[in-house]
């Protein structure tokens, strides 16, 4: 363990390896959890029906969103103009056919690229369906529907939607900072280990570590290691900041979200180890890192919803650890257990044994 | 044998770094290794070390083919590199114990290999001092206490003094004296023909991936111990006078080296070569004689001087 204790004091002796493991996600988290946290969507709606539901039904969306008064003419202009995130259009007879249990489409169009819109579409989904269980208990009966609905908006069970929506934002939010919590980790976890090994290479200590019985793989695993305490106290700390400052919601467990995070630093390590084996240099390295990781953030679904990219673009993703990463977070956020992960787990942990094998295929000569 | 190299080949693409080199160094030797750059010195020691994969041929270290038990040989083998591969932002002490740590050194051979090895290099004050605070020779020394740290039956020395004061390369030239006498073959490989001279007890001449003299200094000697060396101060630099000389019958070979011309002639005759710096009318302001050295030797079977260049 001789390459892993002495990578620890490596650490401990560079503030600015300590520094930057700790600061990069840190950062990235403030400005992404900032970011999504204050953004509120604007709704644009058209009420053909006009009935007490639909008005009632507006009224609680004020409550989650700015509502824009729209036309059948102008509403395509006012969405591409980005006046309006979204526009909902109610038909004759909606309130009709949810009494009478056969509910009717509610149209929403908002823009393909805008994500702000997507908590509001939770929040309208859930409350379409309170309505559609309320009228199933009505029977078909609208008195029994609008008194039902009267109870609806005046006692508890108002909070307790209001208290899903916040959940919905929440985990939005959450989801976009573990995006950029995988951006961060990617960048530091292949940058710091193909810095590490490089200088090795530029000081000659590598070749001299290997006239000893090291071999490589070994070499390669003490490295890893040591890389991978290094990201447990990247990923607590982030951990922390984010359910401490931000009251992040990570679904059932944080540990979940954990377990998840540290299987996808050991990838981003094995790529950052798997890189030091190909490039000569240290600028070679960072040009390489920078290269490496910012596309691989953009194609696995780190900065934007997986589900707006392009269909081919989403197949390539599921040749990226980020997309693996970001799917198992996104499983995990909204509710599912570490069970319902093992594929993501499963494929993450193919990516690692890959570029480790990559990085500790014994080359003919390790001097040049 | 120590180490047993037989028909070795390595090649690179085209270049043919060994070329079917085959070599004997005995248990308690000294043994030198000699060559210009590119002369495959680097190559054949890398290949001991089992740092770089030979095409064709045979290492045989301590009896064993390295091929088949390379981490238990290398347990008794150490490198002094060329280059001073150490951490500079590790502690003297830091630096010995990792090397230590490395050959998989029981806790009590570690602290006793330490300090034996910080004592031999007599760095044992300076132990928790950063080698970015050492002298160019404190390095050389740190770098050879990382080497000696497990005891090593077989140390190999590559261009240990390079760019150290005398009193630092004499340090250390003792030093090799003394690990030799306590058992430890040495296989130093230097540019400095003195070093070699003073304290190898055998050397081996490298050029073109070839060994193409082996013995002892006065062995060496003997190749060319027919031939007579003229050294011939002249007033200005003349570097055609070089080949004037060269296409004398009795010049085996002729160089310049700033003022001096160094003639090596295999007849006693010297009037021939001396009466074409005459013809070409360069002016001689001392001439003296010279017994055959390392160096002339090196020059005679290369053609070539040893400090071209490092390698």
């Known amino acids: ?368 | 044998m120590i180490i047993e190299v037989s028909d070795l080949v390595k090649r690179y693409k085209d270049n043919l770094a060994i070329d079917h080199l085959s070599l004997q160094v005995k248990e308690g030797e000294i043994f030198g290794l000699l060559g210009p750059n590119g002369a495959g010195k680097t190559t054949l020691t890398n290949t001991i070390l089992g740092l770089t994969a030979v095409d064709q041929g045979t290492i045989k270290i301590f009896g064993q083919e390295l091929r088949k038990n390379e981490r238990e040989i290398k347990r008794h083998v150490g490198l002094v590199p060329q280059d001073i591969a150490v951490y500079e932002d590790l502690s003297a002490l830091e630096n010995v114990l990792l090397f230590g740590r490395l050959y998989g050194l029981s806790r009590k051979a570690l602290k006793e290999g330490v300090d034996d090895a910080l004592e031999f290099t007599g760095l044992t004050h300076l132990q928790n001092k950063r080698p970015s605070q050492f002298s160019g020779g404190m390095k050389r020394r740190l770098n050879i206490a990382c080497a000696l740290v497990h005891k090593p039956k077989l140390i190999i020395m590559d261009e240990p003094t390079v760019g150290i004061d005398p009193q630092s390369r004499n340090y250390i030239l003792e030093s090799v004296k003394k690990l030799n006498s306590m058992g430890c073959t040495v296989i130093y490989i230097s540019h400095y023909m003195e070093e070699v001279e003073s304290i190898c007890s055998q050397i081996a001449i490298v050029d073109k991936g070839r060994i193409i003299a082996k013995g002892t200094k006065e062995e060496l000697s003997q190749l060319i111990v027919d031939d007579n060396v003229l050294l011939v101060d002249i007033e200005s630099p003349n570097y055609s006078i070089i080949d004037t000389l060269k296409s004398l019958p009795s010049v085996k070979d002729a160089m310049i080296d700033d003022h001096t011309v160094r003639i090596v002639s295999a007849d006693k005759n010297m009037n021939e070569a001396l009466s074409a710096f005459l013809k070409k009318g360069v002016t001689v302001t001392k001439v003296s004689t010279n017994t055959p050295t390392l160096e002339d030797v090196f020059l005679t079977l290369t053609g070539r001087a040893l400090r071209e260049g490092s390698n």
């Open chain 1, 1 to 368: 363990m001789a390459v892993f204790l002495n990578n620890l004091k490596r650490f401990m002796k560079s503030k600015l390896t300590l520094g930057l493991s700790l600061m990069i996600p840190i950062v990235f988290i403030v400005v992404a959890f900032s970011g999504s946290g204050t953004q509120r969507a604007t709704v644009g709606i058209i009420d053909h029906d006009g009935t007490r539901l639909t008005k009632q039904m507006i009224q609680t969306i004020k409550g989650q969103a700015d509502v824009a008064r729209v036309t059948d003419k102008n509403q395509r202009d006012q969405l591409i103009n980005g006046h309006v995130d979204m526009v909902l259009i109610v038909d004759k007879g909606f309130t009709s056919s949810i009494i009478d249990g056969r509910p009717m489409e509610l149209k929403g169009y908002h823009v393909t690229e805008s994500n702000v819109s997507a908590g509001l579409g939770a929040f309208i989904g859930g409350y379409l369906q309170d309505m559609e269980l309320m009228a199933k208990q009505a029977q078909g009966r609208q008195q029994s529907f609008y008194q039902a609905l009267d109870q609806y908006n005046q006692n508890h069970l108002r909070l307790n939607v209001q208290s899903a929506d916040g959940q919905a934002r929440q985990k939005e939010s959450t989801l976009n900072s573990l995006g950029f919590v995988i951006y961060g980790c990617l960048i530091m976890l292949i940058a710091l280990p193909s810095k590490l090994i490089v200088e090795d290479k530029e000081k000659k200590i590598f070749d001299r570590f290997f006239t000893t019985p090291l071999s490589l793989k070994s070499y390669n695993a003490q490295h890893i290691l040591s890389y991978v305490l290094l990201a447990n106290v990247t990923i607590f700390t982030m951990l922390a900041i984010l359910a401490g400052g931000f009251h992040a919601s990570f679904g059932p467990s944080i540990f979940n979200v954990y377990v998840v995070l540290l299987v996808f630093s050991i990838v981003a390590i094995s790529i950052g180890v798997a890189l030091s084996a190909v490039v000569k240099n240290t600028r070679q390295s960072n040009a390489l890192t920078w290269l490496i990781t910012t596309p691989l953030a953009m194609l696995g679904g780190c900065f934007w919803p997986l589900e707006i990219m392009p269909s081919f673009m989403q197949k390539l993703a599921n040749f990226t650890p980020t997309a693996w990463g970001v799917k198992a977070l996104t499983k995990l956020v909204y509710g599912n257990g570490l069970s319902d992960v093992i594929i993501e787990l499963s494929v993450l942990s193919a990516f690692a044994v890959i570029f480790f094998l990559l990085a500790s295929w014994r080359r003919t000569d390790i001097a040049h």
